[in-house]
């Protein structure tokens, strides 16, 4: 496990998921009182960094979303955010792209330059990772120059995707991306200081994603992981789409 949640309580009840996933049956407080005897707590939260910046002269698209993060369904709602990373050979960044209903990493960048080419990259993981229709989703995002230029707005255009920025002056414009960042840098970056490389980074963000997207539990989506997540809507979906034939069947 890469961290535990920001404090005890939550840690409790994030490590009592986890062992009742596996068959152990623990009450949270049995969880809690081992823990204190044992000096362990969750990790905390650093203060959040602002690594964007808007740029005045360029149109913004609507605020489509409103600081209403709520997705029915994959693919109906992505954000998008970046962050900073220091190495002992200079800053690295890392940008990610979100799906809001199963708070699946859909794709992810690394690069030593805040040029708008490395949030286009995880945008076109994203867009690669998903191989299906797009009708209908939004991509959200701050003001940053970076998601408000001609060469990331053309490629959401392409790809059939409404492009949404947030409100100026809004604390919680993008709060769901800033909030999974802060997981990002509070259980993987924070606790691996100092880094070496660029390349470092790299490696151990691979691992820790892989993490994030099958084996982490999510307490805003039922405490399964993202991909659990999606598996079990498209189950739902299939089964669904099955009954309906039947139903059709019987009826003709």
């Known amino acids: 496990m890469f961290g535990l949640e920001r404090n005890r309580?939550?840690?409790?009840s994030g490590i009592r998921s986890q062992l009742n996933r596996?068959?152990?049956?623990v009450a949270r407080c049995t969880v809690g009182r081992l823990m204190r005897?044992?000096?362990?707590?969750?990790v905390r939260r650093g203060k959040a960094v602002r690594t964007t910046s808007p740029d005045a002269g360029v149109p913004r698209p609507p605020d489509l979303v409103e600081r209403d993060f709520a997705a029915m369904r994959p693919n109906q709602l992505w954000v998008a955010d970046l962050t900073y990373v220091r190495t002992f050979s200079g800053f690295c960044y890392v940008a990610l792209v979100i799906d809001v209903y199963s708070r699946l990493i859909v794709g992810w960048s690394l690069g030593t330059t805040l040029r708008t080419e490395m949030p286009l990259e995880a945008l076109e993981m994203a867009l690669w990772r998903r191989g299906r229709t797009l009708e209908g989703l939004v991509h959200h995002s701050d003001r940053g120059s970076q998601y408000t230029s001609i060469r990331y707005t053309e490629r959401l255009a392409e790809a059939g995707i409404a492009p949404s920025v947030g409100s100026a002056g809004d604390a919680y414009d993008n709060a769901l991306a800033e909030s999974?960042?802060?997981?990002?840098?509070t259980e993987l970056i924070n606790r691996g200081r100092p880094w070496r490389t660029p390349e470092r980074v790299e490696i151990a963000t691979l691992e820790y994603l892989d993490w994030w997207n099958n084996r982490r539990l999510h307490s805003e989506i039922g405490d399964v992981p993202p991909a659990e997540k999606e598996a079990l809507y498209y189950a739902d979906a299939e089964r669904e789409e099955r009954e309906f034939t039947e139903q059709e069947r019987t009826a003709s």
């Open 22 to 25: 596996e068959g152990i049956r």
């Open 9 to 12: 309580c939550s840690a409790c």
């Open 37 to 42: 005897e044992l000096g362990l707590r969750g």
């Open 180 to 185: 999974t960042i802060g997981l990002y840098k």
